[in-house]
């Protein structure tokens, strides 16, 4: 586990580059916010988070099921993420910042930015 990156993961730069092809200027991993958003768009106050299925337990996702070996482990580890992730997004919220979570799943399928990621009021 020692080996996997939290930061500059290649879903992460993949919505990254889409932003920056749309002209959005943005952040990248701000200590000062609730669970440090993969990507902050100051300006709209938005925060993305970029989620690994696995780690994070997307419903319904073939890359999210669980292992068979050491199953109370990945249990507990992946339940907790799961808790965390809904904590950090209710306090976002209550300080006003709009959030969107990007499953790692959703990002293979894009070709441009999808409407949930379309910020800007023209």
């Known amino acids: 586990m020692r080996r996997v990156r939290t930061r500059g993961t290649a879903p992460e730069l993949a919505v990254r580059r889409l932003l920056h092809a749309e002209g959005y200027r943005f952040r990248v991993h701000p200590r000062e916010l609730p ?6 768009l100051p300006r709209f106050r938005t925060a993305v988070f970029v989620h690994g299925c696995f780690w994070h337990g997307h419903r319904n996702c073939s890359a999210a099921k669980r292992p068979q070996t050491n199953v109370d482990f990945w249990n507990v580890k ?13 306090a976002l919220r209550k300080d006003g910042w709009r959030v969107i979570v990007v499953w790692e799943c ?15 009021t023209t």
């Open 35 to 40: 669970g440090t958003p993969d990507i902050v």
């Open 78 to 90: 992946i339940d907790n993420n799961i808790a965390r992730d809904k904590r950090i997004v209710r």
């Open 106 to 120: 959703e990002i293979q399928r894009w070709t441009e930015l999808p409407p949930k990621l379309r910020i800007r």
